[in-house]
Antibody, heavy 121, light 107 residues
Framework: QVQLVQSGAEVKKPGASVKVSCETSGYIFTTYGVSWVRQAPGQGLQWMGWISAYNGHTNYAQMFQGRVTMTTDTSTNMAYLELRSLRADDTAVYYC??????????????WGQGTLVTVSS | DIQMTQSPSSLSASVGDRVTITCRASQTISNYLNWYQQKPGKAPKLLIYAASILHSGVPSRFNGSGSGTDFTLTISRLQTEDFAIYYCQQTYSTLYTFGQGTRLDIK
């Protein structure tokens, strides 16, 4: 069965970077992409961007441009999210999700369990 | 950015009821509309994609419809496990956006 398993919770200081991993299994990794979505405490869902596991192409939400890097490792079927220059308002649960489709008409059909990133001095 | 507006923001209903949640896009998005369900402390789950297609394993009491700018999610015969927060999401533009969510509580 399709599974996405994320790395554990992180506590970071303002200005630091965080890298969240997402281990996938149960499907052909390079046939899909991986989207990243975050959710601040008590708030709604915010899509951050996605990466094609087929060719590594990325599409980042503009508000994260310059601070975010999404990568994949096709040898281990892993996806990674790096967010730099962390601020207190980056405190959130970060989810990876399997991205089915291209840039338009996609759906996020299976999700990881989430990784809590806390940014605090 | 395409704004997605859900109504109502919250809703109380009883087991066995039929409920409808509406999602409106600020511009046309064809049928590039997904619905997700999220329970407290859990990751969202895909319910419906392309406005009306049920994701694998989702019960048939969930139904999605609409195109253009107006979409609905209907749950017939509410079950206990359906009480959750529901989000719509557009994937028409290259910047995907979610609605603010609709909280469905037990009356």
């Amino acid at each position: 069965q399709v599974q996405l398993v994320q790395s554990g919770a992180e506590v970071k200081k303002p200005g630091a970077s965080v890298k969240v991993s997402c281990e996938t299994s149960g499907y052909i990794f390079t046939t899909y992409g991986v989207s990243w979505v975050r959710q601040a405490p008590g708030q709604g869902l915010q899509w951050m961007g996605w990466i094609s596991a087929y060719n590594g192409h990325t599409n980042y939400a503009q508000m994260f441009q310059g601070r975010v890097t999404m990568t994949t490792d096709t040898s281990t079927n892993m996806a990674y999210l790096e967010l730099r220059s962390l601020r207190a308002d980056d405190t959130a649960v970060y989810y990876c999700a399997r991205h089915y489709g291209g840039n338009s008409g996609a759906s996020l059909d299976y999700w990881g369990q989430g990784t809590l990133v806390t940014v605090s001095s | 950015d395409i704004q997605m507006t859900q109504s109502p923001s919250s809703l109380s209903a009883s087991v066995g009821d039929r409920v409808t949640i509406t999602c409106r896009a600020s511009q046309t998005i064809s049928n590039y509309l997904n619905w997700y369900q999220q329970k407290p402390g859990k990751a969202p789950k895909l319910l419906i994609y392309a406005a009306s297609i049920l994701h694998s394993g989702v019960p048939s009491r969930f139904n999605g419809s609409g195109s253009g700018t107006d979409f609905t999610l209907t749950i017939s015969r509410l079950q206990t496990e359906d009480f959750a927060i529901y989000y719509c999401q557009q994937t028409y533009s290259t910047l995907y956006t979610f609605g603010q969510g609709t909280r469905l509580d037990i009356k």
